[in-house]
């Protein structure tokens, strides 16, 4: 996935968050002098941001390879992560730096990812999942800027949800695809923002927000600095998925054979060039064709019809 990427109304730049890519979208605006907050939030975390979507994790999640399972435990870190920000939000509503910010309404997602959670654990799903490692270290990071830092909110408030109103809607999709999830939306309450209706509008809402703050230029530091670290977090979590999603291979939905013009640049993926390979010789491939084969109903029709007919012609053979 290029880590620029051209649309219609804006340059669209890649943006990682916990749950995996997003795209921060960068609308033009006279207004923005090069020491607002906005722009030297994007130039300050340009190279990790860049590192945090070239993650293993974020470009398989691109790709569609990603697990029911993985996805799940992805839905787990975020809830984690979200319902401690929106904590030290709630406390520090009122406070001048981040009062501007306050938009529970339109943004708070925890609720959104309890109802995710439910729908992939059942009821019982707050005694099913723990907090990780990697997320906890996160976590303790965001209550501590809290109570001691509050100003350092905007760092996390501004790395989440603008990313989430922007490439989030792109990993909605693949996700929606790769794991056959309802149109209707169960499972992805978390991409979803009903309290906003043009994401565009309070993404510049929000950045005007950001830029008249009544910030010094050495607080302003102190934000990139965080934002980074935000990043950072989320490359702890990207790793420790990772991990994990190695020994779920078996699990990963990739949605079958693929069509022959959906390739994405890899003939590799192609079953006419399985075929072929395995024609020639390559038995990895004709392996690789019969289990993407064995995954759709009519493959497992085939087999057992074929099945059937050598169990017919081995009677025939002993009578």
């Not at 799903?125 to 723990?130: A, G, K, L």
Request: proline share 4%; glycine share 8%.
């Amino acid at each position: 996935m290029p880590a620029e990427v051209k649309e219609e109304n804006g340059r669209v730049e890649g943006m990682a968050n916990g749950a995996g890519l997003l795209y921060e979208e960068k609308d033009s605006d006279e207004s923005v002098r090069p020491g607002d907050l906005s722009e030297l939030l994007a130039a300050g975390t340009k190279e990790v941001h860049e590192k945090a979507e070239n993650t293993q994790f974020v470009k398989d999640f691109l790709r569609g390879r990603i697990s029911r399972e993985l996805f799940k435990l992805g839905a787990v870190a975020l809830y984690y992560t979200y319902t401690a920000m929106e904590e030290e939000i709630e406390k520090n509503k009122d406070h001048p730096h981040f009062a501007p910010l306050y938009f529970p309404n339109e943004l708070h997602r925890h609720e959104a990812l309890a109802r995710d959670l439910e729908y992939f654990y059942g009821e019982d799903w707050e005694n099913q999942i723990s907090c990780s490692p990697a997320t906890q270290k996160y976590v303790d990071r965001i209550h501590e800027i809290g109570q001691d830092d509050p100003v350092l909110l905007v760092a996390h408030a501004y790395t989440r949800y603008m990313g989430d109103l922007s490439g989030g809607q792109v990993l909605k999709k693949v996700a929606q695809r790769a794991l056959k999830l309802p149109p209707t939306g169960e499972g992805l309450n978390f991409y979803q923002f009903d309290g906003i209706h043009s994401a565009k509008a309070f993404k510049q809402l929000y950045r005007s927000r950001m830029n008249e703050l009544e910030l010094d230029a050495a607080t302003k530091e102190r934000i990139v600095a965080e934002a980074v670290l935000a990043f950072q977090f989320n490359m702890e979590v990207f790793g420790e998925l990772e991990e994990i999603g190695k020994t779920l291979q078996d699990d990963v939905v990739d949605g079958g054979i693929p069509a022959h013009g959906d390739m994405q640049g890899d003939i590799s993926k192609c079953p006419y060039y399985a075929a072929k390979m395995a024609a020639s010789g390559g038995s990895a491939y004709a392996y690789q064709m019969a289990t993407a084969l064995l995954r759709k109903p009519t493959g497992q029709v085939l087999l057992a019809a074929w099945i059937a007919l050598l169990a017919g012609a081995a009677a025939w053979y002993l009578m």
